[in-house]
């Protein structure tokens, strides 16, 4: 795909987002703190779909905001998650891809070896297995699995995100699919701001597909011109 043809691709994408993030904001928010939830989180996936290291700042904000109403809704896992994880990562994503960035300000992707595909989901499914035990333990936790689950892909998806690998974006639709479900399970329960998390999970998914073909498209593209060589690790594309 040419390049002038790929980033009016993304700039549709983007404004797409930020334009229904903000109808559907305007609509189902019950306060100015859910508008800003919604519409923070929907632009911090935004960017990184298309490469851009912004969107690791933007999901500061989003990570300090959505530990606060995971809270409200008894899912402390993810609540730990944002606060003790994603915050710190987000600092460190966005040092590692300005490191990385080109002359168009997309970072360098690139992509993992079967090999390491394969370690990768075993791993997930293992820590899966014990982070739910554990949650378990918590006699408030709802739904200690579903959660568990969220919690190591998102973990697993922020690392390959920081080292700019497009598989992330395969853990992230699991995720988002995941997440999807688990809130509506908290909409129908009658969980705060059950319906707005609802939509922005599956805007997120929608941007997962997104993010996955865009970053199969830049690999081609940078192998195209030789601007990361692979690792040992990765498959050229």
Not at 80 to 98: D, E, H, S, V
Request: some cysteine; hydrophobic content about 50%; charged content about 15%.
């Amino acid at each position: 795909m040419h390049d002038k043809t790929l980033n009016r691709v993304d700039h549709a994408w983007l404004l797409f987002l930020i334009v229904t993030g903000c109808a559907v904001s305007a609509l189902l928010a019950a306060s100015f703190f859910d508008f800003t939830v919604f519409l923070s989180g929907v632009l911090c996936v935004g960017l990184t779909s298309i490469g851009r290291r912004e969107g690791h700042l933007v999901g500061l904000y989003t990570a300090i905001s959505y530990s606060v109403l995971s809270y409200s809704n008894g899912l402390y896992g993810e609540v730990y998650l944002n606060l003790f994880f994603f915050i710190p990562t987000g600092i460190l994503g966005y040092i590692m891809w300005r490191r990385h960035t080109k002359e168009d300000r997309t970072v360098e992707m690139r992509q993992l070896s079967l090999g390491f595909r394969v370690i990768l989901i075993t791993g997930c499914i293992l820590a899966t297995y014990i982070v739910g035990k554990l949650l378990a333990l918590n006699p408030n936790q709802n739904t200690p699995f579903i959660d568990a689950s969220t919690n190591v892909l998102s973990v697993a998806a922020t690392f390959l995100a920081i080292w700019r690998f497009k598989e992330q974006w395969l853990l992230y639709i699991a995720l988002n699919a995941i997440s999807l479900f688990m809130w509506i399970l908290r909409f129908q329960a009658g969980g705060e701001a059950g319906d707005m998390m609802v939509l922005t999970w599956s805007l997120y998914l929608a941007t997962a597909f997104f993010g996955y073909w865009r970053w199969h498209v830049g690999i081609r593209r940078d192998a195209a011109v030789g601007a990361d060589p692979a690792m040992p690790a990765c498959d050229a594309a």
